[in-house]
């Protein structure tokens, strides 16, 4: 059965960064505070750019690394949580930026877990002849819905985007069938309080407990769906939401030799952009070689999950 592959990556983040001591004048908190219980040391601020500026930057440079011409994509989505424009959708703003003219084009907001619901989302389409060529991208302007006062979640919070562009692929074999899913009876331990101007809030402890013991067989799960073990993961990229987090996940699955992204050190917590933002930096640096199986795994707000393993570009 024929199938989609990542054919190409990119990313952006804005130029403006925000260490731990600078947010240290802001709250009664410290460098040493946020490190230990985050892993975080300095995110991306935006000023002026807003998140379709954020996305079309990241889903350019894709394009271009894909040698596709824009009238090629036949899908453009995007995943987000904090873009205050509802209606058009920031993947057609994208799409008219970019000089694609007649993709269809449609966010989705699945949280922390967007960028892998979307990537799902655009494989089902592309394995069902509806795109040959489709725009994936995560992008997000957390400050926007960031509480500056609350020193618990405005340590967290960054700005970026990252993008892929997926191609059919005829062996089936680039992306792997998803496993996804939602615990709403947790929903309110990430989320944004609803309003015009939402704030970002998090019950750290449940989401704590909640990740570190059931994202492992879901991984695991999208292993098996693959055809793999963890064993065979040349590289684990997860939701960036804190260290501590992701290394406990990594450890309890056995990936023991995966490269493991860990950007959130550099860029904090960026929402859907986050394991797009990772992945493609991963790759740019050549820390991860083409064709190597690679765990996508994304997991937050609603409680909600989603992943699946690519074939690294």
Same mark, same amino acid.
């Given at each position: 059965?024929?199938?989609?592959?990542?054919?190409?990556?990119?990313?952006?983040?804005?130029?403006?960064?925000?260490?731990?001591?600078?947010?240290?004048?802001?709250?009664?908190?410290?460098?040493?505070?946020?490190?230990?219980?985050?892993?975080?040391?300095?995110?991306?601020?935006?000023?002026?750019?807003?998140?379709?500026?954020?996305?079309?930057?990241?889903?350019?440079?894709?394009?271009?690394?894909?040698?596709?011409?824009?009238?090629?994509?036949?899908?453009?989505?995007?995943?987000?949580?904090?873009?205050?424009?509802?209606?058009?959708?920031?993947?057609?703003?994208?799409? %008219? /930026?970019?000089?694609? &003219?007649?993709?269809? $084009?449609? #966010?989705?907001?699945? *949280?922390? !877990?967007?960028?892998?619901?979307?990537?799902?989302?655009?494989?089902?389409?592309?394995?069902?002849?509806?795109?040959?060529?489709?725009?994936?991208?995560?992008?997000?302007?957390?400050?926007?819905?960031?509480?500056?006062?609350?020193?618990?979640?405005?340590?967290?919070?960054?700005?970026?985007?990252?993008?892929?562009?997926?191609?059919?692929?005829?062996? %089936? /074999?680039?992306?792997? &069938?998803?496993?996804? $899913?939602? #615990?709403?009876?947790? *929903?309110? !331990?990430?989320?944004?309080?609803?309003?015009?101007?939402?704030?970002?809030?998090?019950?750290?402890?449940?989401?704590?407990?909640?990740?570190?013991?059931?994202?492992?067989?879901?991984?695991?799960?999208?292993?098996?769906?693959?055809?793999?073990?963890?064993?065979?993961?040349?590289?684990?990229?997860?939701?960036?939401?804190?260290?501590?987090i992701i290394e406990a996940v990594v450890d309890r699955l056995g990936a023991t030799g995966a490269v493991v992204a860990r950007d959130v050190v550099e860029s904090g917590n960026t929402s859907a952009a986050s394991v797009p933002l990772a992945l493609a930096k991963l790759v740019e640096r050549g820390e991860v070689p083409g064709g190597?199986?690679?765990?996508?795994?994304?997991?937050?707000?609603?409680?909600?999950?989603?992943?699946?393993?690519?074939?690294?570009?």
């Amino acid at each position: 059965m024929s199938g989609s592959r990542i054919a190409a990556l990119g990313h952006h983040q804005p130029a403006r960064v925000l260490t731990n001591d600078d947010l240290a004048r802001l709250v009664d908190t410290s460098d040493d505070w946020i490190r230990q219980r985050t892993g975080i040391v300095t995110r991306r601020i935006a000023d002026t750019e807003s998140v379709t500026d954020l996305a079309a930057a990241a889903a350019g440079k894709a394009l271009a690394s894909a040698g596709l011409a824009p009238e090629e994509i036949d899908m453009v989505v995007v995943a987000t949580c904090s873009a205050m424009d509802r209606c058009p959708s920031i993947a057609t703003q994208v799409a %008219g /930026r970019l000089g694609i &003219p007649s993709a269809v $084009g449609f #966010d989705v907001n699945n *949280g922390c !877990a967007g960028f892998c619901t979307a990537l799902a989302t655009a494989d089902h389409a592309v394995r069902a002849g509806a795109a040959r060529h489709a725009l994936v991208i995560g992008a997000e302007r957390m400050s926007d819905v960031t509480d500056w006062t609350d020193r618990s979640s405005c340590v967290l919070l960054g700005d970026g985007a990252g993008a892929a562009v997926l191609s059919h692929d005829p062996t %089936g /074999r680039g992306v792997g &069938p998803v496993v996804w $899913g939602s #615990d709403p009876t947790r *929903g309110h !331990a990430v989320r944004l309080d609803d309003g015009w101007q939402p704030k970002f809030r998090q019950e750290g402890q449940t989401v704590y407990r909640w990740a570190t013991t059931a994202l492992a067989p879901i991984a695991e799960e999208a292993c098996r769906r693959a055809g793999i073990t963890p064993a065979d993961l040349g590289a684990v990229v997860t939701h960036q939401a804190n260290l501590r987090i992701i290394e406990a996940v990594v450890d309890r699955l056995g990936a023991t030799g995966a490269v493991v992204a860990r950007d959130v050190v550099e860029s904090g917590n960026t929402s859907a952009a986050s394991v797009p933002l990772a992945l493609a930096k991963l790759v740019e640096r050549g820390e991860v070689p083409g064709g190597a199986p690679t765990l996508l795994l994304g997991f937050g707000g609603g409680l909600s999950w989603a992943g699946q393993v690519v074939i690294c570009p």
